[in-house]
């Protein structure tokens, strides 16, 4: 069979540093592809060139046996090939259908007007097999986002594409609407249209995919069939070692470290009362708006409490983040990109941050100092690539992680308090930061991981706070952590 | 060069500026017989003097994501005062302190506004330029102060191995303010506060301090401008200074400064203030209508604008 889609050869780089070394991807028709690898194994890199949005610098692209030129994203929507993006890129106040015709608007009387009926009624076409409950004459900013992506997939049927990529589309989607996104991708296929699948997630890819290919660090590492392969094999390919499937172990004491008596802002935190050991891990559970976060950014002194005390070491630190952080307690903020990197400045500055006086000598930073020891931690945490002179947003979302977490681990951080730590992050470095959040624990130090995902908070935590609707609701002790048990005190009567 | 890519960056960014001014120097060395003799290049860094110090200051507010419209008339208030101490006979050093520290408060004032009181930098020196203004038509009566000591005018006209001491003075500012952004402390925190404020005061960076040093940096540095101009001038007018802050802005974004924060290049701006300065000076050699040179100076700024955008544009990643 003549593939649908075959990439071969192809690099890229950046100055320097070479992020793509001659890969190739071949793609069937009517076939789901996964691409799969850690963050920065160059899986973006390629569908940015696929889909035209930067240029590669050798390697050859081919559809259907006949080689296509791609130099932007026009070209590859001419070529059949869309992109369906993890942030959709879509225009909230525009209907369904004025988003689906955007750029490409159906005419009459001579292309003086648009046609909205014809595209109410083309639209309608397009979604019918898809999501035939979608209202193409809503806005899309009124759509949930698992419907604003059947959208955009309608978007790319309009547009003729044959080959369809996908970046981590499920990030913000439940199972049930997975369920449907399965659906879809299954009558896609069935109409011959292949499709990329990036993701993060083993059942996904397993579920959905016949072939996937396996980058690691720029290079194909291997192309193999799925589910054929054993998915510990799929992810230590991607890894490139083994990974440990270690069991918890506790290194909690007794020896209180933090006392949190009270603490109280508006109705997002009431009263959370709770004692914090030395060598503890512990976890807070709870829904989306349970008040974890804000609970989080109280202790660090990002906002400012209604009530309540904080003791560190039996002493009542100031307020404000820098008062806490001289206490010992250093915030890995939830959402990275806003909360914690400073994205043109290097590695060094972003980890040297809150610590720069103890970097200078005479009020002059000493650079080489700061660099030699930012060295340090990210050889500890595998910075990927390893170049702390490069700007931090040059990094993918788990490398900048591993800087930010370097960032504390810099200043001598006590009480580490970690918000969503995975978010977004690749199974190689999700490892990575677990044995990290293990390690502290070991030293002696205190972690309170925020987590969504109930698997992670019950493998890193010795104790586990439930909060419902700004309130403690339960402590689960070593014994009582389970799922059901979260559950149950997580969800309001 | 590839140890420190980010190093290498800026420099090519900086290299840029040079290029720009080596171009343009270019064309006036080919049109004009005087343009490249010593005393008129001498008397272009001269003539830019005044916009470097300035420019200086803008550049640290600048990269540390605010604006100072204020500063022509922090000169001036700077300058009608200094010289009303100087002509009552205050000491020279003393009228000379008194004038930088009315700098450095009004920068304070602008500071305060905008670290503690939370108000747009913007609208915050918009208002200070009119306000500062006031005050100094208000002391002088809208009449400028004569009869400057010459012990003081000597400080400002004379020269250091044959270059300008107002040259001098600038060089030396440079240097300080290129420690600051690059060896110190501070300078991290103002990328860090204007790349990225939130994230700047989670990592424990005292936000309200470093946005204050930046405006009062910028109110010091428009005093000491003020002192070079009027040691030149023998008076001070209570009107002077008028349009400084567009000049200052100009020179940091042909330097490369970004006006959204976080990014900017002492070098760049001093460059930028040649440019400037070599445009006036060479357009004026040709003799060329001041309309022109207007509408030069707009081209440069606007074309310096565009390359940026086109090589910034490959830097991605």
């Not at chain 1, 100055?15 to 690898?37: D, F, I």
């Not at chain 1, 590695?347 to 103890?358: C, D, H, Q």
């Not at chain 2, 304070?108 to 006031?134: E, K, M």
Request: glycine share 10%.
């Amino acid at each position: 069979m003549i593939p649908r889609l075959g990439l071969s050869g192809i690099t890229k780089s950046y100055g320097a540093l070479q992020v793509l070394h001659g890969v190739s991807l071949t793609v069937l028709p009517g076939e789901v592809h996964g691409l799969l690898g850690e963050n920065g194994a160059g899986k973006s890199t390629m569908l940015n060139i696929l889909s035209g949005v930067i240029a590669r610098d050798g390697g050859t692209i081919q559809i259907d046996g006949a080689p296509v030129q791609i130099t932007s994203p026009r070209d590859a929507t001419a070529a059949g090939i869309a992109m369906i993006h993890q942030e959709l890129q879509q225009v909230p106040e525009l209907s369904v259908a004025q988003n689906i015709y955007l750029g490409a608007a159906l005419r009459r009387a001579g292309g003086l007007v648009v046609d909205r009926a014809a595209q109410e009624a083309e639209a309608r076409r397009l979604l019918a097999p898809l999501d035939a409950t979608i209202d193409v004459t809503a806005p899309i900013r009124s759509l949930r986002v698992a419907q604003r992506q059947v959208v955009e997939i309608a978007k790319a049927l309009r547009a003729n594409a044959k080959i369809i990529a996908m970046d981590e589309p499920t990030s913000s989607l439940t199972p049930k609407e997975f369920e449907r996104l399965v659906q879809v991708i299954q009558t896609l296929t069935a109409q011959g249209v292949s499709v990329i699948y990036v993701s993060h997630k083993m059942d996904e890819v397993f579920r959905l995919c016949q072939q996937a290919t396996i980058l690691r660090d720029g290079r194909l590492i291997t192309q193999v069939p799925i589910p054929q392969t054993p998915v510990a094999q799929v992810i230590e390919t991607m890894v490139g070692r083994e990974l440990a499937h270690a069991s918890h172990r506790s290194f909690a004491t007794d020896k209180v470290l933090m006392r949190v008596q009270a603490l109280t802002r508006g109705a997002a935190v009431v009263d959370a009362s709770f004692d914090l050991h030395a060598g503890e891990v512990l976890g807070i559970a709870g829904l989306v708006g349970s008040g974890r976060t804000e609970l989080m950014r109280l202790l660090a002194g990002v906002d400012p409490a209604d009530a309540g005390t904080i003791d560190v070491n039996g002493q009542t630190p100031g307020t404000g983040p820098r008062a806490r952080i001289r206490a010992g307690l250093g915030l890995v903020p939830e959402e990275r990109k806003r909360d914690g990197i400073i994205r043109h400045r290097p590695v060094t500055s972003n980890i040297g941050l809150p610590a720069m006086r103890r970097f200078s000598r005479f009020g002059i930073i000493r650079k080489a100092f700061l660099k030699a020891r930012a060295e340090t931690l990210m050889q500890e945490v595998r910075l990927r690539p390893f170049d702390v002179t490069r700007p931090i947003g040059s990094f993918s979302g788990g490398n900048q992680q591993k800087a930010i977490i370097g960032r504390w681990l810099a200043t001598d951080t006590q009480i580490f308090l970690f918000d969503e730590p995975t978010r977004g992050i690749d199974v190689g470095a999700k490892a990575e930061i677990y044995d990290l959040i293990e390690k502290l624990a070991a030293e002696g130090r205190a972690v309170i991981v925020v987590s969504s995902e109930l698997p992670e908070v019950i493998r890193v935590s010795d104790r586990v706070l439930v909060m419902r609707e700004g309130r403690i609701s339960a402590t689960l002790g070593p014994q009582e952590i389970t799922e059901a048990n979260i559950a149950r005190n997580a969800i309001p009567a | 060069m590839t140890r420190f890519p980010l190093l290498s960056r800026i420099r090519f960014r900086d290299a840029g500026t040079l290029l720009g001014l080596v171009l343009i120097s270019l064309v006036f060395a080919v049109q004009s017989d005087v343009f490249l003799t010593q005393p008129n290049l001498i008397n272009i860094l001269q003539q830019s003097a005044i916009n470097a110090c300035i420019a200086l200051g803008m550049t640290l507010v600048i990269i540390s994501g605010g604006i100072d419209l204020s500063v022509g008339p922090v000169a001036a208030l700077s300058a009608v005062l200094g010289a009303a101490m100087l002509v009552a006979g205050v000491p020279v050093p003393l009228a000379i302190a008194g004038a930088l520290a009315t700098g450095v408060v009004c920068g304070f004032v602008n500071g305060a506004l905008i670290a503690w009181g939370g108000l747009q930098p913007f609208i915050v020196t918009l208002g200070g330029l009119s306000l500062y203004r006031a005050l100094a038509l208000i002391y002088t009566g809208g009449q400028p102060i004569f009869g400057l000591p010459d012990g003081f005018r000597a400080f400002t006209n004379g020269s250091l191995a044959g270059v300008p001491n107002p040259v001098v003075i600038v060089a030396v500012l440079a240097l300080g303010a290129w420690i600051i952004l690059n060896k110190t402390p501070l300078g991290e925190y103002f990328m860090a506060v204007g790349g990225n404020p939130e994230a700047a005061r989670i990592a424990g960076v005292p936000v309200t301090l470093t946005k204050l040093a930046a405006y009062m940096i910028s109110g010091l540095m428009a005093a000491v401008a003020a002192m070079v101009l009027i040691g030149r001038l023998g008076a001070a007018e209570p009107t002077l200074g008028t349009l400084w802050e567009l000049d200052a802005i100009a020179a940091a974004a042909i330097g490369g400064a970004s006006l959204m924060g976080g990014r900017g290049s002492i070098l760049g701006t001093l460059i930028g203030c040649i440019i400037l300065g070599t445009l006036r000076n060479g357009l004026t050699l040709l003799n060329v209508q001041a309309f022109y040179q207007l509408l030069a100076t707009g081209i440069i700024i606007i074309v310096a604008m565009l390359i940026d955008k086109a090589t910034s544009g490959k830097q991605g990643g």
